[in-house]
């Protein structure tokens, strides 16, 4: 195999070959981005714009709202270019960038996803200490941690990643994903990052069951609630979390529990799609159908957006 140790540009898996599927890929794509960028926006003008959501809860949703971006415009827009300029290239620098990144985003998410557990136990199992414990400061704090392990967690996986040398250039993924990256590697260092991967499914793992443990004790504290309206409004407040949380599990397992095979096909591309774009694209649906409040704040933001553009019409 040729050494591609000083390889300029990678060759990501195109969807078709066929020039009309890959307008209609540009096509779908966009739709996606465009429907999962509006709602995440939505809801992060939303929380801004009402004074009555400027609580620990809405500003983690805030958080994991620009995350969700974060991640699908690492990926997307880099496929939809490459589908309308009938192209599969990305160069060096770009892969590792879109590897850094997506990582950040994604691992930030879990972090914030971890702490809003947190957060929906203390609200519904200790009520009378809630504002003391998720004070303004706790939660900056809390986020602010994330956001610092989340940025060494993605660059002692780049750095490893790519500290590899490459017998093939061909990644047999529509956007840079490390499994299939270190499938390219013909050194031994690919172990480390194996080896890495590991701790990180664990940590996540422990994440997974920290949010189990958690609910847990919250469905325990529900069903000691006297009134049947009080342990709806008690569900009401974490099922959304709950729903999301369950979301990028079942996505995430979806993709990886198959069997791994040697040969690329159309099926790594499906699951990709599924654990990348299908999350961060419920995520906002999710909050807005199940959370009353968030519809509220969004009918709001929509009534004076058109009573804006009436006014804007008369002038």
């Avoid at 971006?69 to 620098?93: A, E, L, Q």
């Avoid at 990582?103 to 998410?109: I, P, V």
């Avoid at 480390?192 to 664990?202: A, Y």
Wanted: net charge neutral; with cysteine.
């Amino acid at each position: 195999m040729t050494n591609f140790t000083s390889v300029s540009t990678f060759l990501l898996w195109e969807f078709s070959e066929v020039r009309e599927l890959q307008i209609l890929h540009f096509f779908v794509f966009l739709a996606l981005y465009l429907t999962t960028i509006t709602g995440n926006l939505l809801i992060i003008a939303a929380v801004v714009l009402d004074h009555h959501l400027h609580t620990p809860m809405y500003f983690f949703l805030t958080n994991l709202a620009m995350m969700d971006i974060g991640i699908v415009s690492v990926i997307i827009p880099k496929s939809m270019t490459n589908s309308i300029t009938n192209s599969t290239s990305i160069s060096y620098s770009a892969c590792v960038a879109q590897v850094f990144f997506y990582l950040f985003f994604e691992s930030s998410d879990l972090s914030l996803l971890t702490v809003m557990a947190h957060d929906c136990y203390v609200a519904i199992c200790n009520p009378l200490q809630y504002e003391t414990i998720m004070h303004r400061g706790a939660c900056i704090q809390m986020a602010t941690i994330g956001w610092i392990l989340s940025l060494l967690y993605a660059m002692l996986h780049t750095s490893s990643t790519f500290a590899n040398t490459f017998c093939s250039n061909a990644v047999s993924q529509f956007f840079c994903e490390i499994p299939k990256l270190l499938k390219l590697s013909c050194s031994d260092f690919y172990l480390v990052e194996v080896g890495l991967l590991l701790l990180g499914c664990n940590i996540a793992l422990g994440c997974f069951i920290f949010i189990i443990i958690t609910y847990m004790q919250i469905f325990s504290a529900v069903l000691r609630i006297p009134s049947v309206h009080g342990q709806k409004k008690a569900l009401s407040t974490c099922l959304p979390h709950l729903t999301v949380v369950s979301v990028l599990v079942f996505t995430g397992i979806f993709a990886y529990a198959r069997p791994s095979t040697d040969d690329p096909s159309d099926l790594d591309i499906a699951f990709g799609m599924i654990y990348t774009i299908i999350p961060p694209l419920l995520n906002p649906f999710i909050y807005s159908m199940r959370n009353k409040e968030i519809k509220t704040a969004l009918w709001k933001l929509l009534e004076y957006g058109h009573s804006s553009k009436t006014l804007l019409k008369i002038l």
